[in-house]
């Protein structure tokens, strides 16, 4: 069963190099990972090799960072970061120390199925990539020009979900400050479900998730579950046969739902926009509070 679950966690898209070493090696996998991103750029920023897309606009524009799932890698959902910054944002995606771009496996910090052994020390250091890289492009004169500082997401996928969740304050002790909204897709909330503190976000929060998810998104949508003890306002909502990887390139059947859904809530929460929430088909739920 935990073999299936971090299977299911796991996004195996990229062919880069395993454990990699040295400047050669780092080159090669930027390069590879370039040749991969489509229309983004990959650099380094605050340590991290990290893809960015940018909008055609020049004014400053708002930001979105991404945090990759479990052994995926900064591209794996390149199908949403396209869209988002064709419309209007800056996305800005590291790659984690987990990043295996798919080549190979490895271990959990800790069993995704032990929730009471999660703590706020778990993947740490996924929440400090995110703090750091936000803090690197603040402080770098072209970036701060290139983004509206007032307007600032955070988007993540599986174990991204987890982190950026966690850096909204449901690790109390993770809070971040300067973040307007949070896109939680098929996250993996358990743990805070157990023993965060879900009911004092510092941000508006959607979470996603699909019917064929069943190792994720049970736990966001059953009574007394991630979305009930979420602070308002919240929103949820599930997209008919869909799975865990219905959030990356590797599943094409939910893209334009996923789209359209993150753009409406990120529109909502960021630019303040007064559309209704859509009730599209292929949707089997949807709550808002």
């Known amino acids: 069963m935990i073999r299936a679950v971090i299977l299911c966690l796991m996004i195996c898209l990229l062919p880069t190099p395993a454990g990699a070493e040295g400047p050669l090696m780092k080159r090669l996998h930027d390069r590879m990972a370039a040749k991969q991103a489509g229309d983004a750029a990959v650099a380094e920023i605050a340590g991290l090799s990290t893809a960015y897309w940018l909008p055609q606009t020049a004014a400053p524009a708002p930001l979105v960072i991404f945090s990759h799932g479990f052994g995926g890698c900064k591209t794996q959902s390149k199908f949403l970061m396209q869209a988002l910054a064709a419309n209007g944002y800056v996305v800005v995606a590291p790659d984690h120390a987990d990043a295996m771009c798919g080549l190979g496996t490895q271990r959990p910090a800790e069993k995704f199925r032990d929730i009471e052994k999660w703590t706020d020390q778990t993947y740490k250091n996924r929440g400090d990539d995110i703090r750091n890289l936000y803090a690197a492009l603040k402080s770098d004169d072209a970036w701060r020009a290139r983004i509206d500082w007032k307007r600032v997401a955070l988007a993540g996928h599986s174990l991204g979900g987890y982190t950026v969740v966690g850096l909204a304050g449901a690790w109390s002790s993770w809070k971040m400050d300067g973040i307007g909204a949070v896109l939680a897709l098929s996250p993996y909330v358990g743990p805070y479900v157990e023993n965060g503190d879900l009911g004092h976000l510092a941000a508006p929060v959607m979470y996603q998730g699909g019917t064929r998810d069943t190792g994720i998104t049970p736990t966001v949508k059953k009574k007394d579950g991630a979305y009930d ?48 929430l859509p009730r599209e088909n292929g949707v089997s739920d949807i709550r808002a509070k």
Not at 232 to 260: C, M, N
Request: glycine share 4%; net charge negative; charged share 25%.
């Open 229 to 276: 003890k979420t602070s308002s306002p919240a929103y949820f909502v599930e997209f008919e046969k869909t799975g865990h990887f219905g959030w990356t390139d590797l599943s094409k059947s939910s893209q334009a739902r996923v789209i359209e859904y993150s753009l409406w809530f990120l529109d909502h929460a960021l630019n303040k926009t007064d559309v209704p």
